[in-house]
């Protein structure tokens, strides 16, 4: 099965600017839309992001998504204690017709 | 927004079946697709399956695929997941989650999730 995948960890202090990458292939970054989700500890994910870069309403604008041909970011700005968490991309797989998911980036902030 | 509440957690043998349920409230159940998606301890995000709105369309992930099985209930505001021939690998927290409106494939409302155990 094909794989999406992102760096396991990241980290920034308070106020920084992180980014995290996310790799996928043609059949699914290249061709489909990626989204977001933030995974809080002990909590049901939440999106963060959708159709690349769309936010959903109660999302802050410190956070940003982009696109570029097989791979996406997520652009963390203005870093808070409170973004520490687990962060994972997904995309639609037209080939294999699943939603495939990386395997989650721990944020940690210093 | 809407809640969705899942049940049907347990502890079970290998090879064994389970189905599990998730009961939607606070929005239009039938005008959504869902997803069911699992988390083993320690472990990333794994997405499992989606519905479409009307049932017709199910898509599977592979480490599932001919074992597991989602459904949908909408006069009961109700989805479901029979998992068949359970192995150990099976073991997480399982969340049901609603598909977004305008991309199906992301999903905006998640359940607290329920946990399955598969052990001898």
């Known amino acids: 099965q094909s794989v999406v995948t992102q760096p396991p960890s990241a980290s920034g202090t308070p106020g920084q600017r992180v980014t995290i990458s996310c790799s996928g292939s043609s059949s699914n970054i290249g061709t489909s839309y990626v989204f977001w989700y933030q995974q809080l500890p002990g909590t049901a994910p939440r999106l963060l992001m959708y159709r690349n870069s769309q936010r959903p309403s109660g999302v802050p604008d410190r956070f940003s998504g982009s696109k570029s041909g097989t791979s996406a970011s997520l652009a963390i700005s203005g870093l808070r204690p409170e973004d520490e968490a687990d962060y994972y991309c997904a995309a639609w797989d037209d080939s294999l017709r699943v939603v495939l998911l990386g395997g989650g980036t721990k944020l940690t902030v210093l | 927004q809407g809640q969705l509440v899942e049940f049907g957690g347990g502890v079970v043998q290998p090879g064994t079946s389970l189905r599990l349920s998730c009961v939607a409230s606070a929005f239009n159940f039938r005008g959504y697709a869902m997803h069911w998606v699992r988390q083993a301890p320690g472990k990333g995000l794994e997405w499992v399956a989606l519905i479409s709105f009307d049932g017709v369309n199910k898509y599977h992930a592979d480490s599932v695929k001919g074992r597991f099985a989602i459904s949908r209930d909408n006069s009961e505001n109700t989805l479901y997941l029979q998992m068949n021939s359970l192995r150990a690998e099976d073991s997480a927290v399982y969340y049901c989650?609603?598909?977004?409106?305008?991309?199906?494939?992301?999903?905006?409302?998640w359940g607290k999730g329920t946990t399955v155990t598969v052990s001898s």
């Open positions: 989650a609603r598909g977004l409106q305008d991309y199906n494939k992301a999903s905006d409302v």
